[in-house]
């Protein structure tokens, strides 16, 4: 290949990945920091975490279900009402949870995905009754800045520093570890609770069996297909490669490819108006237009 034609390449290549990354970031959870959790004690922030599970996931499961008993590909005005609702408990969720662990770039794509895996190992394990969970005052009077699920790795420590200071969230560590976690007890039963109903109302719409995968593959095109044809894909398209599914490396070859069109068209356009087109200006624009998406 010429130079000319690698530096077409490599330009189609980033315009793709513009586009890539842009569709991704359209389907991920607006993050929107102080979603009213309440986190003043270890009690409190476990308190918040299972309720706002609990609604996110009544409230998906209703909605969905309402979609995929029906006609219809895409949702209804009253069923992206019931999606907005539960996005706003999951944000309180979001909102329990410390992700200073996670690489600053990357923090949007990861912090769902996290939440997801700390609600399968919760779901798993045995969780003291709210009640015996310590209060702050009896943190307090303990000497203690820090909590764990009995018998599990999960952490509920108090942030001595920053715009978070005085709260207690799942621990840095217990966010970094949670992939560790989740595939050392994945292989327990569901515990009766929110994830096991969630779970069971979806068993004759698809053939995943954990809310993880769930998830995973109902986002995994970013909404270029409707939910019911994601719950439903042929599993060869599912199979994951060095941690993504062939699905999204088909999509990004998509991508790539109409990036390099447009590159090819804007270059030929210039040529019949004599021009040439400013490159430097066209990857600042990407990277103003991109860095929402990465942050």
């Not at 290549?13 to 004690?41: E, K």
């Not at 015996?132 to 018998?151: C, F, Q, S, Y």
Request: proline share 6%; with cysteine; charged share 20%.
């Amino acid at each position: 290949m010429s130079r000319s034609g690698w530096t077409i390449g490599i330009q189609g290549l980033l315009v793709g990945l513009f586009l890539f990354s842009t569709a991704a970031f359209g389907q991920t959870r607006n993050i929107t920091p102080f979603a009213q959790a309440d986190t003043s004690s270890p009690q409190a922030t476990l308190r918040t975490f299972l309720e706002s599970l609990e609604q996110n996931l009544a409230v998906d499961t209703k909605a969905t279900l309402s979609i995929l008993t029906s006609d219809r590909l895409q949702p209804n005005a009253t069923e992206k009402s019931m999606e907005a609702e539960g996005d706003q408990a999951f944000l309180r969720g979001l909102e329990t949870m410390d992700f200073s662990s996670l690489p600053s770039g990357f923090i949007t794509a990861l912090a769902v995905e996290k939440l997801i895996l700390l609600a399968e190992v919760l779901a798993r394990i045995d969780i003291p009754p709210l009640d015996d969970v310590p209060t702050h005052e009896a943190m307090k009077a303990a000497g203690e800045t820090r909590w764990r699920i009995p018998n599990s790795p999960i952490e509920i420590v108090r942030i001595t520093e920053g715009p978070r200071e005085g709260e207690y969230l799942f621990s840095a560590r217990t966010i970094l570890r949670l992939d560790e976690f989740y595939a050392s007890f994945s292989g327990e039963p569901y515990k009766p609770g929110s994830v096991q109903r969630f779970v069971d109302a979806f068993r004759p719409h698809t053939p995943f069996e954990t809310l993880f995968d769930i998830y995973s593959n109902s986002i995994d095109a970013w909404g270029l297909f409707p939910i019911r044809w994601l719950l439903n894909m042929p599993a060869w398209l599912l199979i994951h490669i060095f941690g993504v599914s062939l699905l999204k490396w088909l999509l990004l070859l998509v991508y790539a490819f109409v990036g390099y069109s447009v590159v090819r068209l804007t270059r030929f356009i210039c040529r019949r108006k004599g021009s040439q087109p400013e490159w430097r200006l066209f990857y600042s624009g990407i990277v103003t237009c991109a860095s929402p998406s990465i942050s």
